[in-house]
Each structure stands twice: as structure tokens, then as C-alpha cells.
């Protein structure tokens, strides 16, 4: 998560990424430029700090600059290899953009390097159930229940994971 969104929002404040997405989606695309030209200035004057290059990343993806996404998650990852937020923040762009196969390999990292990432598993597991594969889906939302209890969506995701594992055997209800 970026110092700026930290100063925000609040420092220890439980977020998802997908939050953070809605947020600056919020700011419109004006606002997103100019964050990316304050970032931009910042790698400039700070061309190792792996948070600038991370956060303009993160931006990019929110403005569909796919290549200049992709461009400084590499670059972070170089500076940071055994950091998992680098790899779950690209995993959650890949995510996004549809390619749960390349999003897998980066959740899978980013809980390999920490496995109580439990926002990792929980985008692992989405990821999975887009390709079908409902029984691996409900191990990360299990381990994420275990992780962390109440997580907002955990139990309703892992309701229509079970469902499309029984084909629908199980019946879904919104949890109370």
C-alpha cells in the first residue's frame, strides 16, 4: 500500500487494494496524470526508492497504461525482489485486466514470500474460480478464513466457489 493512500486513510487501516483502486478511480483521469508526474519527479529526484516506482505502477494500471505498468513492477520487483505487496499489487492489476493466469504466479509468489498475506490468497482464489477451478478457489478462501475471519467477501465467495464445484448442488444465500 503507498505512504500517500497510508496518509489518507489512516496508518494500520485494514484496505483492499480494490479499494484503492475505486478511490483513485474516483479522482478522475486528470488527477491520476498528475499523480503519475508527481511520481515521475519523485523516481526522478529518487531513482532507487522502490515505493514511487511502485505507486506510479499501481497508477498506471488504474489509467490502462498496461506497458508502463508492467514496465515499473519489473523495475520494483529488481529493487525488491522478496517484497510480496510488489508481487500481490502486479497480481492485482493482472487480475483486473483479465489474465488470471499471470496473476496467479504473482499471488502464488507474494504468498510464498509471506503466507499470511491473507488479500493475496483471497485474489488468488478469485483468480482461480474465473478459470475453474472451484476446489483449489475454496482452499485460499478457507485459508483466508482462518487468516483473517472477518474479511468482507470471504464467505460469500467461497458460497459461489462451493456452488460451482456442485454445480449448483448447494444453493447460495448472501451471508448474514
Not at 508502463?68 to 505487496?85: G, T
Not at 483468480?127 to 478457489?137: E, L, P, S, T, V
Amino acid at each position: 500500500m503507498s505512504r500517500d493512500f497510508e496518509a489518507e486513510c489512516g496508518r494500520g487501516l485494514p484496505v483492499v487494494l480494490g479499494y484503492y483502486r475505486w478511490l483513485c478511480d474516483a479522482l478522475g483521469e486528470e488527477a491520476l496524470r498528475q499523480k503519475v508526474e508527481r511520481l515521475s519527479a519523485e523516481i526522478t529526484d529518487n531513482p532507487v526508492d522502490s515505493h514511487f516506482l511502485l505507486e506510479r505502477a499501481i497508477t498506471y494500471g488504474h489509467l490502462d497504461e498496461v506497458d508502463y505498468a508492467m514496465r515499473d513492477y519489473e523495475r520494483v520487483i529488481k529493487l525488491c525482489p522478496d517484497d510480496p505487496k510488489v508481487y500481490y499489487s502486479r497480481g492485482a492489476t493482472l487480475l483486473d485486466l483479465g489474465q488470471m493466469k499471470a496473476a496467479i504466479r504473482d499471488f502464488d509468489r507474494a504468498t510464498e514470500l509471506d503466507p499470511s498475506h491473507a488479500e493475496a490468497h483471497y485474489r488468488r482464489g478469485l483468480a482461480r474460480m474465473h478459470i475453474g477451478q472451484y476446489q483449489r478457489a475454496i482452499q485460499d478462501f478457507d485459508h483466508v478464513i482462518l487468516l483473517n475471519p472477518h474479511h468482507e467477501f470471504v464467505q460469500y465467495d467461497r458460497r459461489v466457489a462451493v456452488d460451482r464445484a456442485t454445480g449448483g448442488e448447494e444453493g447460495l444465500t448472501w451471508p448474514a
